[in-house]
């Protein structure tokens, strides 16, 4: 490997400085392509810098509240990287002050945390003992704020005593959550008429950001229920994920807790499709497998799927699967494979302007004539009389 050339692409892609230092020699070697570059701080720095070096992860130092420096260490080399301005606020274990004028770093560059830290790791993971994603190594250089969150937790429990204000009971949370599960839409709509002298948890100090936070919470809690009641957990993630940036973007904030309760009851709606699927199944329990299954064919709708396609991508001989789903689900699994790109092709005739062309394409059949005498074999019109039909 062409070490050389390795460090000044470090030094270009930050555009500042990059120092190697040699553990056996102590000898540095320094790389940059900046020829108005001078680092006033580093001499001040370097030793202690060094010192907090280690092989688990680069460490970050910022200076003057913007300036950051980066220290990774390798079996053979100390380096130093930086510096680079930096305007995120994320407090570090390794914050220093020191005496700066704009004059000083007049020729600094710009950079964010994560493309800083990327390139740190870039030397850390090509050089170093292990590979370390940005995320764990930006939270491992992270200050410690537990005793002021801790401080914070007492003085709410103190407040909250003083002023009698309790949450609501957990056990209604575990009803509703319980409702979705089991597909219950009566009972869920149940729980969301029972009332208690507690109030929910505030999530924060701005009134508007608070409820949405509660509308998401409770979206996020619901597609966990309904994954536990069967649906398969792209389509409820999914699902949330559309509802819950509904619930971040819209401008009434009466709207939010509607649009929970919605995606509450449609994601309800699909566990109770998927309990009636096993009650009719011979098992009355759905095999893994057969989930499994369910959830390659949801992925690759837009291909062509076969039995023995499937089989492949589960290690499984496709007779086999064959008696197994058809045992499970009470039908073929080309029977469910149609049933499923022909409800896809409903909400694409439905709620998109995409040309039937468009949509025989994009379920992989072999014309658009083909789609139209599957989809009207199956319910009883043809496309453009459902997308009429629907669209109003």
């Known amino acids: 490997m062409n070490l050389s050339a390795f460090y000044y692409y470090i030094a270009y892609e930050l555009h500042s400085f990059l120092r190697v230092y040699d553990k056996a020699t102590s000898k540095e070697d320094v790389y940059t392509l900046?020829?108005?570059a001078e680092d006033l701080v580093k001499d001040i720095y370097e030793e202690r810098m060094l010192a907090m070096a280690t092989r688990d992860h680069p460490v970050l130092v910022r200076i003057q509240e913007t300036v950051l420096y980066g220290v990774v260490e390798t079996?053979?080399?100390?380096?130093?990287?930086?510096?680079v301005g930096c305007q995120d606020?994320?407090?570090l274990k390794h914050d220093y002050e020191y005496d700066l004028s704009e004059e000083d770093f007049k020729w600094m560059p710009e950079c964010d945390m994560a493309f800083f830290t990327g390139k740190l790791l870039l030397l850390h993971n090509v050089l170093g003992d292990?590979?370390?994603p940005v995320q764990p190594c930006i939270t491992a250089n992270t200050a410690d704020e537990s005793a002021e969150l801790h401080a914070a937790f007492t003085r709410q429990v103190f407040a909250n005593r003083e002023i009698q204000r309790r949450h609501n009971p957990h056990d209604h949370e575990l009803r509703e959550m319980m409702c979705i599960e089991t597909g219950d839409a009566y009972q869920l709509k149940v729980t969301w008429s029972e009332q208690f002298a507690g109030e929910f948890g505030t999530t924060s100090t701005n009134p508007d950001r608070d409820m949405r936070n509660l509308g998401l919470v409770t979206v996020a809690f619901a597609t966990r229920a309904a994954i536990r009641g069967g649906v398969l957990p792209e389509i409820a993630l999914s699902l949330g994920d559309v509802y819950m940036q509904k619930i971040d973007t819209t401008p009434m904030l009466m709207e939010v807790m509607g649009l929970a309760r919605?995606?509450?009851m449609e994601l309800t709606g699909l566990v109770a499709k998927e309990k009636q699927r096993?009650?009719?199944?011979?098992?009355g329990q759905e095999n893994p497998m057969v989930r499994r299954c369910k959830d390659y064919v949801y992925k690759h709708l837009q291909e062509k799927l076969s039995v023995k396609t499937i089989a492949d991508e589960l290690g499984i001989h496709p007779n086999y699967l064959s008696t197994l789903f058809r045992e499970d689900t009470g039908i073929t699994l080309y029977d469910y494979i149609m049933e499923e790109k022909l409800d896809l092709a409903?909400?694409?005739l439905t709620f998109t302007d995409y040309s039937y062309s468009d949509i025989s394409t994009y379920l992989a059949f072999s014309s658009q004539s083909h789609l139209g005498k599957v989809f009207k074999n199956a319910t009883g019109l043809t496309l453009m009389q459902y997308r009429n039909k629907y669209r109003e």
Do not use: M
């Open 346 to 348: 409903k909400k694409l």
């Open 262 to 264: 919605a995606c509450e």
């Open 278 to 283: 096993r009650d009719e199944s011979k098992s």
């Open 130 to 132: 292990a590979t370390l």
């Open 89 to 91: 606020t994320i407090p």
């Open 75 to 83: 079996a053979d080399c100390y380096y130093i990287a930086g510096p």
């Open 34 to 36: 900046r020829v108005d």
